[in-house]
């Protein structure tokens, strides 16, 4: 394991949680972080020195774009050129490769890795693992992968570097790229994302009509852990009749008949068009 990896927005939220990882590994590491902040975290934080992209470029065989999407089809092709053939880039989301932002070069491997990040439902004993949501810290979480194009046998180098990069991991998943679009901005962002937030908007609601604060936040988290460890299997159980009946005649009070066209293609290409 000594390839080398040339990462893009090192000195980002995201590109710092790699770039300590990446430390635990043997792969060669160029950082590369035009952002004066940046690249004093990353000295200041973990001892790491920039390059310029040139030099990071310069026999690369991963190449990591830790970027924000809307930035990912810029930067991809204005190193494109500088890249040797068989080359994996990366990125770290499914939106820009699913929308046709990476540049058409056929001799090149892409390759998308994301975390599922850590489950709600887990074992950790650690106080630091309990506490670490996001992951690629303490807590163990899953990944999914897709290799959308390049040989087959790349995919394996594509795995282990995200096994590194997203570190401790409970599961890994290839996927296709339009499964994980399907997963996000569908699944998690689309659908997950805005329940929640209608789930706090109503515990707000709850607070204006009279209930104490904390007494709503504590019956509402209490109950998604309950309710959701039935719904998910994760404990035997059923619902009582009362909870059956609120949902029979509130799902419908609540969500429109047709709300599963959101993960239509044309639904998934268009928030994605959004969002790049």
């Known amino acids: 394991m000594n390839e080398k990896i040339a990462l893009f927005g090192a000195g980002g939220k995201m590109g710092v949680r790699l770039s300590s990882n990446l430390l635990k590994s043997d792969y060669r590491v160029a950082h590369v972080e035009p952002g004066a902040a940046g690249q004093k975290r990353l000295k200041d934080e973990l001892g790491i020195e920039c390059v310029s992209a040139d030099a990071a470029l310069d026999g690369a065989d991963v190449v990591i774009l830790a970027v924000p999407d809307t930035l990912i089809g810029k930067l991809s092709h204005e190193i494109s050129p500088k890249l040797k053939p068989g080359t994996m880039v990366m990125t770290l989301d499914a939106a820009a490769p699913f929308a046709g932002h990476l540049p058409d070069r056929k ?52 795995e282990a570097v995200a096994k590194v990069i997203y570190q401790p991991i409970l599961r890994s998943y290839r996927l296709t790229v339009d499964q994980m679009a399907i997963l996000e901005p569908g699944l998690s962002e689309t659908i997950c994302a805005t329940l929640l937030y209608v789930m706090r908007e109503a515990m707000d609601e709850t607070v204006k009509r009279g209930v104490p604060e904390q007494a709503a936040r504590d019956f509402l988290l209490g109950h998604m852990n309950i309710l959701g460890a039935v719904i998910f299997n994760e404990i035997p159980g059923a619902f009582s009749d009362a909870c059956n009946k609120a949902i029979e005649f509130g799902k419908p009070r609540l969500m429109r008949d047709d709300w599963k066209k959101v993960f239509d293609r044309d639904e998934i290409a268009e928030s994605i068009r959004r969002i790049t």
Request: one cysteine or more.
């Open 107 to 158: 001799d090149l491997t892409y390759f998308v890795a994301h975390p599922c990040h850590p489950l709600i439902f887990n074992d950790e004993a650690d106080s630091n693992a309990r506490r670490d949501f996001f992951g690629g810290a303490y807590a163990k979480q899953s990944i999914t992968s897709a290799l959308m194009q390049g040989p087959d046998e790349a995919f394996d180098l594509g």
